[in-house]
C-alpha cells in the first residue's frame, strides 16, 4: 500500500478519501459526464446508488481507492482508481499484464487550472504503482487529453466503431 499524507499546495490539500465522501466522489463523477456535455437525460436517474455499489464492489474486489482535493475544508476535486478487471477472460500473469484504471478525475469549475487535477492523478498512479501494477490506463476527455500526456500517458490502439443509437431498444 501506499502511504499518503496530506500535502499542502498552495492552501490546498490532497489526500486519500474517506468511505463517507463517496457520495461527493460520486456527484463528481456524474457532474463529469455534464461537463462533458452529456445530457442528464441520458444519464441514469439512480446514478448515485449505481456509483455507489460499483464504489463498494471495487473496494471490495480491486483495491480501489480515491484520492480529494480539499480548500477550506471542502472537497473539491476527486480522483478514482482500482485494478483494471479486464474486457476478456484475464490468462495472462501479473507479470505481464497487471493494469490499474484511473477515472473520475474531476475539479470543481473554480478551481480549475491550478494543478489539482495533476496532483490528484499522480497520487492515483503512485498508488497503482504500490500495487505493481504494469500498465496504468484512462479514458481521457478532450479537455482532460493534454494534461495526461503532460503525465507520460500516450494514445493506444484502441479501435471503436460508434453506433447509431437506433440500434438501442429504447
Given at each position: 500500500m501506499v502511504e499518503v499524507r496530506a500535502e499542502q499546495f498552495e492552501s490546498k490539500q490532497f489526500r486519500v478519501a474517506e468511505a463517507a465522501e463517496d457520495e461527493v466522489i460520486a456527484r463528481h463523477f456524474y457532474q463529469l459526464?455534464?461537463?462533458?456535455?452529456?445530457?442528464?437525460?441520458?444519464l441514469r436517474p439512480d446514478w448515485q446508488a449505481v456509483t455507489l455499489q460499483f464504489i463498494q464492489q471495487a473496494r471490495q474486489d480491486l483495491q480501489f481507492q480515491a484520492f480529494v482535493a480539499v480548500?477550506?475544508?471542502?472537497?473539491?476535486?476527486?480522483v478514482s482508481c482500482q485494478l483494471f478487471a479486464g474486457l476478456y477472460p484475464l490468462i495472462l500473469t501479473d507479470r505481464q499484464r497487471k493494469y490499474g484504471y484511473i477515472?473520475?478525475?474531476?475539479?470543481?469549475?473554480?478551481?480549475r487550472r491550478q494543478g489539482l487535477a495533476k496532483q490528484l492523478t499522480?497520487?492515483?498512479?503512485?498508488?497503482?504503482?504500490?500495487?505493481h501494477c504494469t500498465r496504468v490506463i484512462l479514458h481521457a476527455s478532450p479537455s482532460g487529453k493534454p494534461l495526461y500526456e503532460q503525465l507520460g500517458f500516450v494514445s493506444s490502439n484502441e479501435m471503436r466503431l460508434d453506433l447509431p443509437p437506433s440500434n438501442l431498444p429504447p
Open positions: 459526464w455534464l461537463d462533458n456535455q452529456v445530457s442528464a437525460t441520458d480548500v477550506e475544508q471542502q472537497v473539491v476535486g476527486s477515472w473520475g478525475v474531476y475539479v470543481e469549475p473554480q478551481y499522480q497520487l492515483a498512479i503512485d498508488y497503482l504503482k504500490s500495487l
